[in-house]
């Protein structure tokens, strides 16, 4: 699946500008710094590549996009207007996408739609701050799948709620695998505090001692997040210390996209255990577009990412079979390369198989109104009516007066 797949959000919202079809769309983020060009300068973290990525792909189909964040200065970059959120956030637009900060909620209020796009489990909404200001604006929520769906009660206020998945850049899509299969080398390329440390000892305890000639890369560290990473650095050159002192660890500082699909080319399996506050997880997914194999734990939306027994495995958490998985991986080459050629797991494909989801919900009226009949809000997938797992949210009960007797 492609970014442009996102731009179906705006669909709605076009307006006809000299036989052209176009929307004016806001966008603003206040979290971490990364400026419009960092997506191919260096490593950057999954939500902030979405966003960029998301920004450019609604630009190239002709809309006119705004970003206020904190970047270091004004410029416009493949077609999009970036600026520093301290100069402020346009007051109208046709669609105003606030990225994940509640401060940003009541932003742009003369923007004739509005979306709260969020990429972490959804219970950090259950505060005061967000739910008033949810409440008052009523935003349609974007979630990253049907697990981080799930994690917004139904209760809970929205102007609908929509699923759309990070899509997957390019030179992961078309990444060459060529005929060989690659030697008995495993990679890592998420957060080392995302159970790197549990990884160690699985390898170093139940797969080296079956495969004493395999290698297991390890991508990470803390530049890829910033300003977060910077905060984190300790605990995670402590893991990674740790990575460096066990036999057949190779650690790699983070790298950019061009150098992770280089990366990701030599390696016959990916190994993740996953991680109860992932609502998508980039890493898999990218690795999983290449044509890699990966062998995860049955752990929040990695079922989503991996599809067992087609494109990989996905064990339950804790399972000694997982060691076992790899091993054979290791040992018998064709089994890797019965995974790779698998057409669920082919590069240049625009759907998939690790990230099978339904069309992104439409933000139109009909889709994110309210049942005059029923008062439920109604979230709809422009395909198939809704999204497996999901239930229209209800409205908190209204509390009865007490009848006189």
């Given at each position: ?6 731009a ?5 919202l076009?307006?006809?500008?000299g036989g052209?079809l176009?929307a004016d769309i806001?966008?603003a983020?206040?979290?971490?710094r990364f ?8 490593p950057?973290?999954g939500?902030?590549?979405?966003f960029?990525?998301l ?10 996009v705004r970003?206020?964040n904190r970047?270091?200065?004004a410029?416009?970059v ?6 520093p959120i301290e100069?402020g956030?346009?007051e109208?637009?046709?669609l105003?996408i ?6 940003l909620?009541p932003?742009?209020p ?9 990429h972490?489990?959804a ?10 200001k ?11 799948g049907s ?9 809970a ?10 899509g997957v ?6 990444a ?6 690659p ?6 390329t998420?957060n080392?505090?995302?159970s790197l ?9 139940r797969?080296?001692p079956h495969?004493?000639?395999a ?10 997040y ?7 650095s ?6 990674l ?16 996209k ?5 990366a990701l ?6 190994l993740?255990?996953?991680?109860k506050g992932?609502t ?9 577009a290449?044509?890699?194999p990966g062998v995860?734990c049955?752990?929040?939306c990695m079922r989503?990412?991996v599809?067992d027994?087609?494109?990989g495995f ?5 399972d000694?079979a ?8 290791f040992?018998?080459?064709g089994?890797?390369g019965?995974?790779?050629d ?14 099978q989801?339904p ?5 139109s009226p009909?889709?994110?109104g309210?049942n ?6 109604k979230?709809r ?10 239930r ?9 007066r007490?009848?006189r007797h």
């Open positions: 699946m492609s970014f442009d797949t996102r179906r959000i705006a669909r709605p076009l307006r006809t500008n052209f176009m806001v966008m983020d206040d979290g971490v400026e419009p060009e960092s997506a191919t300068t260096g950057l973290g939500a902030e590549s979405a960029i990525a920004a450019e792909a609604l630009a190239a189909r002709g809309h006119q970003v206020a970047c270091a200065g410029r416009t493949n077609g999009v207007a970036w600026t100069q956030v346009p109208r637009a046709d105003y606030a990225n994940r900060g509640d401060k909620v932003l742009a003369g923007a004739r739609r509005a979306a709260f796009w969020i972490n489990p219970r950090y909404l259950m505060k005061w701050r967000y739910l008033s949810l409440w008052g604006r009523r935003p349609v929520i974007v979630f990253l697990h981080h769906a799930s994690t917004y009660p139904r209760w206020p929205d102007g609908g709620r929509a699923v759309i998945p990070y850049a390019a030179p992961f899509l078309t060459d695998r060529g005929a060989r299969i030697g008995p080398r495993a990679i890592f998420s080392p505090l995302r440390d549990w990884l160690i000892d699985v390898w170093a305890g797969i080296r495969a004493s000639a290698e297991l890369h390890v991508y990470a560290g803390p530049a890829t910033g300003a977060v990473g910077a905060a984190k300790t605990p995670m050159e402590s893991v210390a740790r990575a460096r002192a066990t036999a057949g660890v190779v650690v790699h500082p983070p790298v950019a061009a150098a992770l699909v280089e080319g030599t390696a016959r399996v990916q993740y255990r996953g991680d992932e998508f997880c980039s890493a898999v997914a990218e690795a999983q290449a044509g890699v995860v049955d752990i929040a989503e990412r599809t027994g087609s494109t996905v064990v339950a958490d804790g000694a997982s060691a076992e998985i790899v091993a054979s991986l040992e018998r080459p089994r890797s019965a995974l790779r698998d057409p669920h797991c082919n590069p240049g494909r625009v759907q998939v198989a690790a990230m989801s069309q992104p919900a439409r933000l009909s889709a994110a309210t005059a009949r029923s008062g439920r809000a979230s997938s422009a395909a198939t009516g809704g999204y497996p797992g999901h229209p949210p209800r409205r908190a009960p209204v509390p009865r007490p009848r």
